[in-house]
């Protein structure tokens, strides 16, 4: 049937769709699922290890289409059919997936990446532009300006009125597995932090830490690793569309009282040291001290507080020559690590919550605590 710009046709196409009604634009380009209601937009925006693709199309190839910009000449934009996967469209995936085992209707999902909109002229371009990248040479600071100028330029150009709410989500990028010194780690680090705390007026959902995602020996996400970022994208996506909380343990208040600091988090549930420590993180479970010589001799929940740990230190507490601060990190820094073919980055922890929950390769989700550092009182 004709309707309009497009083609109407019943069928059974290769996916798991089943038979129903597709959708072919008459000017040439993709086959969609013909769907009702709004159509829902997801977009990326990052570095190497975010546009990492694999070589096979969403399982709901025409109901997770991809909105490719016209290139010169062309008149208009056009859908277009993956043939590879992203992070996007495998975020996308999932959500199908869930609503289609739920026997809920399916929505169509426009993906695309590197939205990299022009920044306000008050901040220079080259701090806009491949921000995910280049921001380590940056300050705290720095980084944090200049990621809320990113989201304030997104917002800016984003049609409000007809996309409904902007959510921005992300998971944060703990580096590579080679990237192990605190210091070089800092900025980005902390700077992610910052703009967890502080977001400004931007809607910002934190689905988890990068560190529990393996990589390969080039620091890419591994498959795996990519389809269990896109599970936990989606409980965190669906929780705040269902107005439910979802809040990876964050780090907001380091208190000190002799050789024991008492960091205290926000959380969802009652806090868990993993024994198993899966990320490799050591005996301090990813927790370190900056500005002093003193160590870290044990970390334990406290018995008084399900949201604190306690830290006993192996040392005195005071100031090292020439720091401006004592601070208490978590997962900014770790161990070297040698070259291997799965591995994760040693800016990582054993710290998480109870939640958890099936992941695709077998293996358990669970809710880690984000990456933080808080200066001690």
């Known amino acids: ?12 196409l290769p996916g798991t769709e089943g038979s129903r009604y597709y959708l072919r634009p008459r000017g040439g380009g993709g086959i969609i699922a013909e769907t009702g209601g709004a159509v829902q937009g997801l977009f990326g925006i990052g570095g190497g290890r975010h546009v990492t693709t694999w070589p096979s199309p969403p399982r ?10 016209p290139s010169e000449g062309e008149p208009e934009r056009r859908v277009e059919n993956l043939r590879e996967t992203s992070g996007e469209s495998a975020l996308g995936d999932v959500l199908i997936a869930r609503r289609h085992d739920a026997y809920r209707a399916l929505p169509l999902i426009v993906t695309g990446q590197d939205l990299l909109p022009p920044g306000p ?4 371009n080259e701090v806009l532009e491949g921000l ?22 997104i917002s800016a150009k984003v ?22 010194e605190a210091d070089a780690n800092r900025p980005a680090l902390e700077g992610q932090y910052q703009l967890i705390l502080r977001p400004g007026a931007h ?16 620091g890419q996400p591994t498959q795996a690793a990519a389809l269990n970022r896109a599970e936990m994208e989606a409980y965190a996506l669906e929780a705040d569309l269902a107005r439910e909380s979802w809040t990876c343990p964050l780090l907001y208040l380091a208190e000190r009282d002799g050789d024991v ?25 990813g927790f370190a001290l900056a500005g002093t010589e003193a160590g870290i001799a044990s970390v334990e ?31 900014i820094g770790g161990p070297a690590r040698v070259q291997s073919v799965e591995n994760f980055p040693p800016a990582c922890g054993a710290l998480r919550d109870h939640w958890q929950a099936p992941a695709p390769d077998g293996s358990t989700l669970h809710r880690w605590a984000l990456p933080g550092s808080l200066e001690l009182r």
Request: glycine share 8%.
């Open 203 to 218: 809607h910002l959902i934190v689905a988890a830490p990068g560190y529990m995602f393996a990589q390969d020996d080039l």
């Open 301 to 331: 929940i406290a018995s008084d507080d399900p949201g604190a740990v306690l830290i006993r230190t192996n040392g005195v507490l005071t100031a090292s020559a020439g720091a401006d601060s004592l601070r208490l990190d978590y997962a």
């Open 132 to 153: 995910s990248d280049r921001l380590t040479r940056f300050s705290i600071s720095d980084f944090h300006r200049a990621a809320l100028a990113q989201l304030d330029a």
């Open 60 to 69: 709901f190839r025409h109901h997770v289409v991809m909105a490719k910009a």
């Open 1 to 12: 049937q004709e309707k309009g710009d497009w083609y109407r046709f019943m069928a059974r």
């Open 261 to 285: 600091i008492r960091a205290t988090f926000k959380s969802d549930d009652g806090l868990v040291l993993d024994p198993a420590d899966p990320f490799g993180a050591g005996s301090a479970a």
């Open 121 to 124: 002229e008050d901040v220079p």
């Open 159 to 180: 049609p409000v009125a007809d996309l409904g709410k902007i959510r921005f989500l992300t998971v944060t990028d703990s580096g590579a597995w080679w990237q192990h």
